[in-house]
């Protein structure tokens, strides 16, 4: 047991963060959450996180959420959440993923100097991930220009705008261009963020959480309706997609 620990302490991690903000869906922020939080290195690693009261901090994935001002805040259902971090003192995410939310909610952040200028400021981390129509603030920001992006089916005609350059893909729950991860309407969060655990950890994991999770729906990327950017242009040059 102590050398499984061992080996588990060399393995990499990521610190995860969850910008939240008033009124966002609350399954977009705690799909994600939920899947990351549970991911572990080991089966052993697993069991022990399923009986104890907290989680262990050495596990993939360490999941924080920040907000523009660390105050409380209220989902669309109402669920009042308390932000880890503000967007000064938060440290440096290795993943950001950014929440969807009623269109009132989402212009409000596009709109928000501040909260723009911090996820630009990120662009060079690992990972940046939209979740529904959380995608409409990443194209705020401009990193979607020139991308293969997707959201929640009632947004994909706001996503598409020509001037940005957004190749608007209309049936895939995640989709990859470079370091950007776009996924579709709400439940699509946890497709996403199985597919960061198999992306950046590996497919085994991702299996095992799926499993832990009761999700059917996972079992290999194909079966998951991931498209990522190479398999985009291919589909385009065979004509599959116009």
């Given at each position: 047991m102590v050398w499984m620990a061992l080996k588990e302490s060399k393995m990499t991690k990521y610190n995860v963060g969850i910008l939240v903000y008033d009124f966002m869906d609350l399954?977009?922020?705690?799909?994600?959450?939920?899947?990351?939080?549970?991911?572990?290195?080991s089966n052993?690693?697993?069991?022990?996180?399923?009986?104890?009261?907290?989680?262990?901090?050495?596990?993939?994935?360490?999941?924080?959420?920040?907000?523009?001002?660390?105050?409380?805040?209220?989902?669309?259902?109402?669920?009042?959440?308390?932000?880890d971090y503000n967007l000064d003192n938060a440290p440096r995410f290795d993943i950001l993923i950014i929440p969807g939310g009623p269109l009132r909610a989402i212009n409000k952040m596009k709109k928000n100097k501040k909260v723009i200028d911090y996820i630009v400021k990120s662009q060079n981390i690992e990972m940046i991930c939209s979740v529904c129509s959380g995608s409409l603030i990443l194209a705020e920001t401009g990193l979607l220009n020139s991308k293969t992006a997707t959201s929640h089916n009632l947004a994909l005609s706001l996503l598409n705008?020509?001037?940005?350059?957004?190749?608007?893909?209309?049936?895939?729950?995640?989709?990859?261009d470079g370091n950007i991860i776009t996924s579709g309407g709400i439940s699509s969060g946890v497709n996403m963020a199985l597919y960061l655990i198999e992306k950046l950890v590996n497919k085994e994991i991702a299996q095992?959480?799926?499993?832990?999770?009761?999700?059917?729906?996972?079992?290999?990327?194909?079966?998951m309706d991931i498209m990522e950017k190479d398999n985009f242009l291919a589909a385009q040059q065979d004509g599959v997609i116009k």
């Amino acid at each position: 047991m102590v050398w499984m620990a061992l080996k588990e302490s060399k393995m990499t991690k990521y610190n995860v963060g969850i910008l939240v903000y008033d009124f966002m869906d609350l399954l977009d922020f705690a799909g994600p959450c939920e899947v990351l939080s549970l991911a572990a290195f080991s089966n052993l690693q697993q069991s022990i996180m399923l009986y104890k009261r907290s989680l262990p901090k050495n596990k993939p994935f360490q999941v924080k959420t920040v907000s523009e001002t660390g105050n409380l805040i209220k989902t669309h259902t109402g669920t009042l959440i308390q932000p880890d971090y503000n967007l000064d003192n938060a440290p440096r995410f290795d993943i950001l993923i950014i929440p969807g939310g009623p269109l009132r909610a989402i212009n409000k952040m596009k709109k928000n100097k501040k909260v723009i200028d911090y996820i630009v400021k990120s662009q060079n981390i690992e990972m940046i991930c939209s979740v529904c129509s959380g995608s409409l603030i990443l194209a705020e920001t401009g990193l979607l220009n020139s991308k293969t992006a997707t959201s929640h089916n009632l947004a994909l005609s706001l996503l598409n705008n020509k001037s940005r350059g957004i190749q608007v893909v209309k049936d895939k729950k995640v989709v990859k261009d470079g370091n950007i991860i776009t996924s579709g309407g709400i439940s699509s969060g946890v497709n996403m963020a199985l597919y960061l655990i198999e992306k950046l950890v590996n497919k085994e994991i991702a299996q095992r959480t799926a499993k832990i999770l009761e999700f059917s729906g996972y079992s290999e990327s194909e079966i998951m309706d991931i498209m990522e950017k190479d398999n985009f242009l291919a589909a385009q040059q065979d004509g599959v997609i116009k």
